[in-house]
C-alpha cells in the first residue's frame, strides 16, 4: 500500500500550458517536502509545508498543503522546457508518542514534459 | 550544492568485484539513508541510519552491506552484484523532522 499517492504519474505538456500535480494520503504529515529530479541527478528539495492550508510560491510555482495536513498540491504557471523533471513529494510522520521519531515516505513521482 | 557528497558519480562493475559506494555531509543531520532507484520505478528504501545505528532494513540482499562509522559518513559496500542491480544509489541526511538532503547519487551499472 502506498502511502502518499501522487496524480499524475506521466503529464506531458506544451510550453505556457499550466499544470496541477497530486499529493494524497490518508495519514497526517507534521510537514510535506516537494523535490524535483532531473536525470540521473538527486532530487532536490523545492519547498517544505508545514502548516494545514499553507500556501507557499516559488516564481511559478505554487505549493499548497492541505487544510487537514493530508495533501498537497504544486500549480505550475506557464510551464517552461526547464521545468522537465520527476516531481515527488515526501511526507514527514511521527511514529512514537513521544515526538523524538518522525518517518520520511516518499510518493511515486510525478514525470514532466514541457515540449518547446 | 545539498550539502551531502556521494562519490563516485559512476561506476561500472563486474559481477565478481567489490566496490563500495560513499557518502559525506556536514550538516549537523543524525539520520542518513540509502535509496535504490531503478529505471521507471519510485526511490526505493534500502536502509536507515539514526545517530549511527542501523533503524531499518527493508528486506535488502546481503550483497548488499551499509556502514556507518559515524554521524558524517555512510557506506554502502557492494559485492557479487547482479545486473538487475544497476542503478542510481542515492544517499539522504535529515536532522529530527526536518527536510531530507540528497547527494547527487551514483550511477551503477553492473555487468
Known amino acids: 500500500t502506498q502511502l502518499l499517492e501522487q496524480s499524475p504519474q506521466f503529464l506531458s505538456i506544451q510550453e505556457g500550458e499550466n499544470l496541477t500535480v497530486y499529493c494524497n494520503s490518508s495519514?497526517?504529515?507534521?510537514?510535506l517536502q516537494w523535490y524535483r529530479q532531473e536525470p540521473g541527478e538527486g532530487p532536490v528539495l523545492l519547498v517544505t509545508v508545514v502548516t494545514g492550508g499553507e500556501v507557499k510560491k516559488l516564481k511559478r510555482l505554487t505549493f499548497q498543503f492541505g487544510d487537514a495536513r493530508k495533501d498537497s498540491s504544486l500549480h505550475i504557471t506557464a510551464a517552461q522546457p526547464g521545468d522537465t523533471g520527476l516531481y515527488l513529494c515526501?511526507?514527514?510522520?511521527?511514529?512514537?508518542?513521544?515526538?523524538?521519531?518522525?518517518?520520511?515516505?516518499f510518493g511515486k513521482g510525478t514525470l514532466l514534459t514541457v515540449n518547446p | 550544492e545539498t550539502g551531502v557528497t556521494q562519490t563516485p558519480r559512476h561506476l561500472v562493475m563486474g559481477m565478481t568485484n567489490k566496490k563500495s559506494l560513499k557518502c559525506e555531509q556536514h550538516?549537523?543531520?543524525?539520520?542518513m539513508y540509502w535509496y535504490k532507484q531503478s529505471a521507471k520505478k519510485p526511490l526505493e528504501l534500502m536502509f536507515v541510519?539514526?545517530?549511527?545505528?542501523?533503524?531499518e532494513n527493508n528486506s535488502v540482499p546481503s550483497r548488499f552491506s551499509p556502514e556507518c562509522p559515524n554521524s558524517s559518513h555512510l557506506f554502502l559496500h557492494l559485492h557479487t552484484l547482479q545486473p538487475e542491480d544497476s542503478a542510481l544509489y542515492l544517499c539522504?541526511?535529515?536532522?529530527?523532522?526536518?527536510?531530507?538532503?540528497f547527494g547527487q547519487g551514483t550511477r551503477l551499472t553492473v555487468v
Open positions: 550538516l549537523g543531520h543524525n539520520a
Open positions: 495519514s497526517v504529515f507534521s510537514s
Open positions: 539522504a541526511s535529515r536532522g529530527r523532522n526536518t527536510e531530507a538532503f
Open positions: 541510519y539514526s545517530l549511527e545505528e542501523r533503524v
Open positions: 515526501a511526507g514527514s510522520l511521527l511514529v512514537n508518542s513521544g515526538g523524538s521519531n518522525y518517518k520520511l515516505t
